[in-house]
């Protein structure tokens, strides 16, 4: 005899209530159960980037967000001590926009989603624990607030609750690629203020992002090394100002603007992946990969890795499941654990800056980049760098450039006049 379920979900923000979604809609029979009602808030800031807002697109959900009035937001700034770019997000399946919608927004959305899909949500839910028998987990024992303890039985648990999981700790996933907690975070929401597009911005030893969202309000947010936490939290207030003032006009537009609720702080910035699938159990989102937000990629990770289990349950091929995630994950975690350690940019970074610096096709590619939609491998290749910063050195348009120039072996400018490039790119710094 099978069972009621054939998957229960513990945790129904991005990426509980997306897969919950993606498996009822293939017609499985999903129990997606979460301490929170919705709608939620949770400690985070809202950049979607292009690759996540194309999965949402790509779900029917995109309108609905942005009906909600979530801010689209097609170019942005990128702010550092050695070039300012701005340039547009590249397009990925027709969508080029990141979006910024409040978490009590998206999560909502997506919840309702799973629902209309036909899975069974439960609010107020809480798990206490996996039920198993022996060799396999084959279900969770938990209660709705001053319920009785109930037991769920399927042949898969989907941990999809967050960096400290239940879940996770339950059925024992190691942990690898650890790296120690690096930042805290810090933002508030400003209303009366407007700014023309988003903003990313890099200074040693601070960074900040500055976005529109929901209500006419701005987003700011900082990010900083976590030895500098203590300092910081004896005046929250007057230290976030501090940091904005670091970062262009930032802490100008803070001013000019009103601060509307409270300001939000945290230190929990863990960076580890987890083993995701074992017998009768996987892991989603924070739960199974969990890294510093400075690159804000971790609803967009939640939305792709939704989409990877999802598949991989219905084409019955979990064991998959951990290999696709990491080759899509790990070159962005690595990329983003670098990123927090707050050191001024290398001179290999300085001259790639430099160099984009006016070049509208090669900003798109690298904010591309940080869209989760050009491979960061790619971009960041010593030949795509190398054909970058020949390129800008000669003060050659990358419009100009031909397919077959883009093809060249990347060493071919400098082969030719070796000792001007380098001394060009050397100059400009
Ligand atoms: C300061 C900060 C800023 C960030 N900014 C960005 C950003 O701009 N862009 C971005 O992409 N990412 C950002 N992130 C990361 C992003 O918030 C997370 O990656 C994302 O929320 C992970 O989603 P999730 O669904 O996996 O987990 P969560 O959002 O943590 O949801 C887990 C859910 O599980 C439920 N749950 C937990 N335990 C139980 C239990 N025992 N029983 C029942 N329910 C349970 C919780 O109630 C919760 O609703 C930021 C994070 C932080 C901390």
Not at 238 to 255: F, H, I, V
Not at 305 to 312: F, M, N, Q, V
């Amino acid at each position: 005899m099978t069972g009621r379920w054939d998957v229960i979900v513990v945790g129904t923000r991005v990426a509980g209530a997306a897969t919950a979604m993606l498996l009822a809609r293939q017609g499985l029979r999903v129990l997606a159960v979460d301490r929170a009602h919705f709608p939620s808030d949770t400690i985070s800031t809202h950049q979607v980037h292009v690759a996540g807002t194309a999965r949402l697109h790509r779900w029917g959900l995109l309108h609905k967000i942005l009906a909600a009035g979530a801010p689209a937001t097609r170019r942005a700034r990128f702010d550092t001590t050695a070039a300012v770019l701005e340039g547009r997000f590249p397009a990925h399946e027709g969508v080029d926009m990141l979006i910024s919608p409040r978490r009590t927004v998206l999560d909502s959305i997506l919840v309702q989603a799973a629902r209309d899909a036909g899975a069974e949500v439960r609010e107020g839910f809480i798990v206490a624990g996996v039920v198993s028998d022996g060799d396999r987990i084959t279900g969770i024992y938990g209660r709705a607030r001053n319920g009785p303890d109930v037991v769920e039985k399927a042949p898969l648990v989907v941990g999809a609750d967050g960096k400290h999981s239940t879940i996770a700790d339950a059925v024992g996933a190691g942990r690898y690629r650890e790296r120690p907690t690096a930042s805290f975070a810090s933002y508030a929401y400003f209303t009366g203020v407007r700014v023309p597009s988003g903003g990313f911005y890099l200074r040693p030893d601070v960074a900040a992002a500055a976005f529109p969202t929901n209500d006419d309000r701005l987003l700011l947010a900082v990010f900083a090394p976590l030895a500098g936490f203590s300092a910081y939290r004896a005046d929250v207030e007057r230290n976030l100002y501090r940091l904005l003032d670091r970062c262009g006009n930032l802490g100008w537009l803070a001013r000019e603007g009103t601060r509307v609720e409270r300001i939000r702080t945290t230190p929990d910035l863990p960076n580890t992946l987890r083993v995701p699938q074992g017998p009768g159990w996987a892991l989603v989102g924070d739960a199974g990969l969990v890294m510093d937000p400075i690159t804000a990629h971790g609803i967009s990770n939640a939305l792709r890795d939704a989409e990877l289990l999802a598949d991989a349950i219905a084409n019955d091929r979990l064991a998959t499941y951990g290999a696709q995630r990491d080759a899509a994950a790990i070159p962005l975690y690595d990329f983003t654990t670098a990123l927090a350690r707050y050191g001024p940019p290398s001179l290999r970074e300085r001259l790639l800056l430099r160099t984009l610096h006016g070049r509208p096709r090669q900003i798109e590619r690298f904010l591309g980049m940080f869209a989760g939609t050009v491979p960061i491998q790619d971009f960041l290749s010593t030949g795509n760098l190398l054909r970058v910063i020949a390129g800008g050195a000669f003060g050659l348009r990358p419009e100009a450039r031909t397919a077959a120039t883009l093809h060249e072996r990347p060493s071919a400018a400098l082969r030719h006049h070796p000792r001007t490039a380098v001394h060009n790119m050397y100059r400009g710094l």
